[in-house]
T-cell receptor, first 113, second 117 residues
Framework: AQSVTQLDSHVSVSEGTPVLLRCNYSSSYSPSLFWYVQHPNKGLQLLLKYTSAATLVKGINGFEAEFKKSETSFHLTKPSAHMSDAAEYFCVVNGGSQGNLIFGKGTKLSVKP | EPEVTQTPSHQVTQMGQEVILRCVPISNHLYFYWYRQILGQKVEFLVSFYNNEISEKSEIFDDQFSVERPDGSNFTLKIRSTKLEDSAMYFC???????????????FGPGTRLTVT
């Protein structure tokens, strides 16, 4: 069965410092992996996706993630945090052939001035 | 930029009542989904819909739930007899291609917060 584990429920960084949000996955087949972001009172927005092409995936707003099969990880990074990055981030794996998504519990990112 | 819309943004209903949550997916999309997020918990898949029929559903999606695409634009989720535990944020999503498509992306609406009292 497919699953994702987000290792931190809350991450706090200072503006201008790097961001690391950790995600490990479990999959019985080659997964498609996604990171979604949810700002307060907004819908879920796709940041980036991995679908068996390049293992280093670049997304919007300077975020990127690296698919590491040996570590079953798909951590999200950004070199320099901005105040507008404060939001909840979800690591997601495809759940089946019909494209239903399986979400992690989410990591709330706080950015201090 | 096209977006998925959902109405209402907040629905309050009494236990046992029927509710219909409405979604307008992006106009040329073919695959439609409902998810829910109980407060403090994960976003959970409910159902997927393609070619006017359910293509997959989770254990949560029991006989109390139904989905419909009554016209060319709306996609609805009906809960026949609401329970307290149905209180959650419900998200609609749509995508143009199936998972095998190279540009696969699910676009989510802002959600409907359902409160059952």
């Amino acid at each position: 069965a497919q699953s994702v584990t987000q290792l931190d429920s809350h991450v706090s960084v200072s503006e201008g410092t790097p961001v690391l949000l950790r995600c490990n996955y479990s999959s019985s087949y080659s997964p498609s992996l996604f990171w979604y972001v949810q700002h307060p009172n907004k819908g879920l927005q796709l940041l980036l996706k991995y679908t068996s092409a390049a293992t280093l995936v670049k997304g919007i707003n300077g975020f990127e993630a690296e698919f590491k099969k040996s570590e079953t990880s798909f951590h999200l990074t950004k070199p320099s945090a901005h105040m507008s990055d404060a939001a909840e981030y979800f690591c997601v794996v495809n759940g089946g052939s019909q494209g239903n998504l399986i979400f992690g519990k989410g990591t709330k990112l706080s950015v201090k001035p | 930029e096209p977006e998925v819309t959902q109405t209402p943004s907040h629905q309050v209903t009494q236990m046992g009542q029927e509710v219909i949550l409405r979604c307008v997916p992006i106009s040329n999309h073919l695959y439609f989904y409902w998810y829910r997020q109980i407060l403090g918990q994960k976003v959970e898949f409910l159902v997927s819909f393609y070619n006017n029929e359910i293509s997959e559903k989770s254990e949560i999606f029991d006989d109390q739930f139904s989905v419909e695409r009554p016209d060319g634009s709306n996609f609805t989720l009906k809960i026949r007899s609401t329970k307290l535990e149905d209180s959650a944020m419900y998200f609609c999503a749509s995508t143009l291609e199936g998972l095998a498509g190279g540009t696969y992306e699910q676009y989510f609406g802002p959600g409907t917060r359902l409160t059952v009292t």
